[in-house]
């Protein structure tokens, strides 16, 4: 059972665009939320973040927002840019015992910003 | 060298072979992870050590065995793996175990069983 969902394995957008991609979770625990980006060849690197008493969280081109209600969060990006291209993966975070916190992650999306 | 780096990049190995991959981290933490990433499926974690202690085993079959022997090195142990072992195993660091704390993670080892 998925609780952290991507349902686009893929994107594709212009360059100079807006990128928007989206996460559904069904855990209501979850009160962290951060997404990774990923290179061919590399692992995942930290992003951005949020967590769940804000609804937006802003670092120059990427902006994350989360509505709580729906249980959504999406990543925005612009504009878009060709190194952009990348696998992007949500996460959302627990607690899991004692004061560890356990990381749930989405299968990602594949964004593809053409020049 | 700086950050998360990984031993080897590329294995392969039978399915009667005894392996190791080693994980270095630089960067001060004090938590390291290991996730699994088989096609088409989410990061799975394997394992967290918290100071060295481990604080999450994710019902892993024993034919991983975790090795963290100071807050800088983690080593997963191969033994009789399955072919459906085959992924790439990614190892992570943070700062702690706890809120908020962002994971950092190395480039992975590609794993082959044959």
């Known amino acids: 059972d998925q609780q952290v969902k991507q349902n686009s394995p893929s994107l594709s957008v212009q360059e100079g665009r807006i990128s928007i991609l989206n996460c559904d979770y069904t855990?209501?625990?979850?009160?962290?939320f951060l997404w990774y980006k990923k290179y061919p060849a590399e692992g995942p690197t930290f992003l951005i973040s949020?967590?769940?008493?804000?609804d937006k969280n802003e670092d120059g081109r990427f902006t994350v927002f989360l509505n709580k209600s729906a249980k959504h969060l999406s990543l925005h990006i612009v504009p878009s840019q060709p190194g952009d291209s990348a696998v992007y993966f949500c996460?959302?975070?627990?607690?899991?015992?004692?004061?560890?916190?356990?990381?749930?992650f989405g299968k990602g999306t594949l964004l593809t910003v053409n020049p | 060298e700086t950050g998360v780096t990984q031993t080897p990049r590329h294995l392969v190995m039978g399915m009667t072979n005894k392996k190791s991959l080693k994980c270095e981290q630089h960067?001060?933490?004090?938590?390291m992870y290991w996730y699994k990433q088989s096609a088409k499926k989410p990061l799975e974690l394997m394992f967290v050590?918290?100071?060295?202690?481990?604080?999450e085993n994710n019902s892993v079959p024993s034919r991983f065995s975790p090795e963290c022997p100071n807050s800088s090195h983690l080593f997963l142990h191969l033994h009789t793996l399955q072919p459906e072992d085959s992924a790439l195993y990614l190892c992570?660091?943070?700062?702690?175990?706890?809120?908020?704390?962002?994971?950092?993670f190395g480039n992975g080892t590609r794993l082959t069983v044959t």
């Open positions: 992570a660091s943070s700062q702690s175990s706890g809120y908020n704390s962002p994971l950092h």
């Open positions: 855990n209501s625990m979850f009160d962290y």
């Open positions: 949020i967590s769940s008493i804000k």
């Open positions: 996460a959302a975070s627990a607690m899991s015992g004692g004061s560890n916190y356990k990381l749930t």
């Open positions: 960067l001060g933490h004090n938590a």
């Open positions: 050590y918290s100071l060295e202690e481990r604080v």
